[in-house]
């Protein structure tokens, strides 16, 4: 007949060694974010997302900007995300080459390096009179308005995000 201190033994000594069989596990994972959702199949898809900015704070805008570099991060890098920032109304000004932050211009030059696709509202820049020439370098002119840009994406299976 077992005793409790055998029982409790045997199962500490079994814990003991899962332990160090997930312990080994996470160390052939290695620390990096990127190689570990490669390895766990989460970055063997790539994630499609389009961002909605209209708020006129230019604060919100690096909100918005900052959301998606964690996005990149927070899937293994941006080789797993095709993502897109859609800006209309009031937000698109804050993007001018006369009126943008230079953090927000900076953020966003970062992410079009990384893949960020910048959408501008074509119906807003008729509203501001804004032109392609005024905002930043690699910005998409999206004619058919952005609103109805957003609803394509939508339809090609893009996750809508409105931070």
């Known amino acids: 007949m077992e005793s409790n201190s055998d029982r409790r033994s045997f199962l500490r000594t079994g814990l003991t060694a899962f332990g160090g069989l997930l312990a080994a596990m996470g160390s052939r994972m290695g620390g990096d974010a ?4 490669t390895k766990m199949g989460v970055g063997s898809k790539k994630h499609k997302v389009v961002y909605h900015l209209s708020s006129r704070n230019w604060k919100h805008a690096m909100f918005n900007l900052g959301n998606i570099k964690n ?3 927070g899937v293994g890098g941006p080789r797993n995300l095709d993502v897109h920032i ?7 000004p804050n993007f001018t080459k006369k009126k943008i932050n230079k953090k927000l211009k900076a953020r966003l030059e ?4 990384d893949g960020l696709k910048f959408g501008a509202c074509g119906n807003t820049m008729k509203r501001f009179k804004i032109t392609m020439d005024q905002l930043p370098q690699g910005a ?10 957003l609803a394509e994406l939508q339809e090609q299976g893009y996750v809508y995000l409105r931070p």
């Open 140 to 149: 998409i002119h999206v004619p058919q308005g952005g609103v109805v840009r």
């Open 34 to 37: 990127e190689a570990a959702h």
């Open 71 to 73: 996005h990149m991060k």
């Open 86 to 92: 859609v800006v209309h109304g009031p937000a698109l």
């Open 110 to 113: 970062t992410l079009q390096l």
